[in-house]
């Protein structure tokens, strides 16, 4: 059948209708249904945003030598949105330039879950000069970019980090949370130490970058800048070539030696041994090194100063015979025969001296660090009394320095022993209280206090460590006064003087020319075969300037090993200036 012209351009008419209504459809599905929807994955593939890490501020220590600061580092990144196909290829560039498979890149590409702006580290901390290969690169490379982040740095490494602590990443809970307060995901924080005491002050506020891209994900221009924001410096009363000395004379051994300016309450320096690099945990990849920390049976991480708790030892004997003296117990010219051991309750309490001191009075009693003469002042005394003079003095107290994680030690007493070993307090109780041995447990930061109160005749002193922050002064010298007979304070002090500078002192070998020095030695028994060993003091012993602490875990006897390394840090001390 023939169909007319007419009829062909009806049809044709039609199908073209057809069509074009299917396009008009689609057109207005596209631009008015789900404009905004394509408006949006268009705005996403177009822009990225990159994050400007704000430098934490700086910590100095009372002279301006850098303790902890931030250095540039580079990071090679990669956007989430590109294209498989695309980064992919971005990859196999990217591998022969940094030497690493292909696979390994993938792998934390893909680990990273992040927002449509976020981007994802692929190598931390490159070289200046991979950096400068990459960004030669980068239009070969789309949805590739090097990105600079501030790097935690700290120059005295081992010496400092117990001061300093670390920082680290957030976890995913405390992310969530840190957004509240003004946090990225990706910020790391403060972990311990100053880092984390002062976090809200050391914290910078991070900026970034919003970038325009074209359909190959090549970078067109910038589109804004937010700058970061410098977080505020903080300078410290540590002197940094003090606590290097202290560092080093603390090699090989086990312990804390710690340093107070009695003018301000400041610490001129605070050691631990053995420690941690502190810088291992400022990138990711130091981090992978940092379990055998954890690992290690030394405990590394651990500071002693003011988190280890040990017994005392003969230090304690200051807080024995003042308790005896202020309760009226005893007198200041009693004496008491040391024949090198005492029987009380069947059993058997030794002086350190087999054969015994003889007759002591009380100076002479601190010069020998005699047993016998403070197992019966303690006695006279009684275990209350003691634990009231302890209290006083600052034990089963933090200190209240300004770092975390301080321990308060433990100060026995008949309640303590019932409510905690459900057992009647015993004389042998007594008698190991008096020596500092038995149940108690004191912090180097709690001995120190010690020595600063009786510098100071009667003083308790607030440590701490922050001078200044952002150039505004932050401490003062915090003190509150003890209740003690100017009298009988005297008379220990004298005794701590002849403890270093009688010829047969325990402590004599801490004595330094020019400076007259007091103190007192301390040997505490362990569970182990091994001692601790302790000296603490002032100097001069006429007008204090500062206090000490020497402590050695299963380190010997206070008398040789602790005295000695006293000696040198007192010299050190001297010779910059201090005494």
């Not at 603390?250 to 009695?262: F, P, S, T, Y």
Request: charged letters at 25%; hydrophobic letters at 35%; aromatic letters at 8%.
């Amino acid at each position: 059948m023939h169909v007319s012209s007419e009829a062909r351009a009806s049809r044709l008419t039609l199908v073209w209708f057809v069509l074009f209504s299917l396009l008009a459809l689609s057109l207005f599905r596209l631009q008015i249904v789900r404009g905004g929807y394509f408006r949006s994955l268009s705005e996403k593939n177009r822009l990225r945003l990159v994050n400007l890490e704000a430098p934490r501020g700086k910590i100095e220590d009372r002279n301006g030598k850098i303790i902890a600061s931030s250095r540039l580092s580079f990071n090679c990144t990669a956007f989430l949105r590109e294209r498989p196909s695309r980064i992919k290829k971005s990859f196999e560039r990217l591998s022969a330039i940094l030497g690493e498979d292909v696979e390994a890149l993938e792998r934390r590409y893909k680990k990273k879950k992040a927002g449509a702006y976020q981007s994802v580290v692929l190598a931390e901390d490159i070289s200046l000069e991979q950096a400068v290969a990459i960004e030669e690169q980068l239009n070969l490379m789309p949805g590739l970019m090097i990105e600079t982040r501030p790097l935690r740095t700290y120059p005295y490494a081992e010496a400092t980090a117990h001061l300093t602590g670390y920082v680290g990443p957030q976890s995913q809970e405390e992310s969530e949370e840190a957004e509240f307060h003004g946090y990225r995901p990706s910020d790391w924080v403060g972990r311990d130490g100053l880092e984390k005491s002062y976090e809200s002050y050391l914290r910078g506020h991070s900026g970034g970058l919003q970038l325009e891209v074209d359909n190959k994900g090549q970078y067109l221009k910038v589109l804004g800048v937010k700058e970061p924001k410098e977080g505020l410096d903080l300078q410290l009363s540590i002197d940094a070539d003090v606590q290097q000395f202290a560092y080093d004379q603390l090699q090989g051994k086990r312990g804390a030696v710690a340093v107070m300016d009695l003018a301000s309450g400041g610490l001129l320096a605070m050691v631990n041994s053995p420690s941690y690099d502190s810088n291992l945990f400022s990138s990711s990849r130091g981090r992978k090194e940092v379990g055998k920390y954890f690992k290690d049976e030394r405990s590394p991480m651990m500071n002693r100063a003011i988190q280890g708790q040990y017994p005392p030892g003969s230090i304690f004997k200051v807080i024995t015979a003042l308790a005896a003296l202020e309760s009226k117990k005893t007198v200041l010219n009693s004496t008491f025969s040391c024949p090198g051991f005492m029987i009380v309750g069947g059993k058997r309490f030794g002086c350190w001296k087999e054969g015994g001191h003889g007759t002591q009075n009380l100076y002479e009693a601190y010069a020998h660090s005699c047993d016998v003469f403070f197992y019966m002042t303690g006695r006279a005394a009684g275990p209350d009394a003691i634990h009231q003079k302890a209290v006083e003095f600052g034990y089963s107290l933090a200190s209240g320095l300004d770092l975390p994680g301080e321990r308060k030690g433990s100060v026995p007493s008949r309640e303590w022993k019932k409510r905690r070993l459900h057992s009647a307090w015993y004389d042998g109780d007594t008698m190991n209280f008096s020596i500092g041995q038995g149940y108690l447990l004191v912090t180097p930061m709690q001995a120190l206090g010690m020595a600063a109160t009786m510098a100071t005749k009667g003083l308790r002193i607030k440590p701490h460590l922050a001078n200044k922050i952002d150039g505004m002064t932050v401490a003062e010298r915090h003190s509150s006064p003890m209740e003690a007979t100017p009298e009988y304070m005297a008379a220990v002090r004298k005794g701590l003087e002849e403890v270093v500078n009688s010829p047969t002192g325990t402590g004599r070998l801490a004595k330094i020319p020019g400076v007259r020095v007091a103190g007192k030695t301390g040997t505490a028994e362990t569970h182990k075969d091994q001692t601790h060993a302790w000296f603490v003091g002032y100097a001069p012993a006429d007008k204090p300037k500062v206090a000490f602490v020497v402590f050695l875990e299963f380190g010997g006897h206070g008398g040789l090993e602790a005295a000695t390394l006293a000696n040198a840090l007192l010299l050190e001390i001297q010779k910059r200036g201090y005494l």
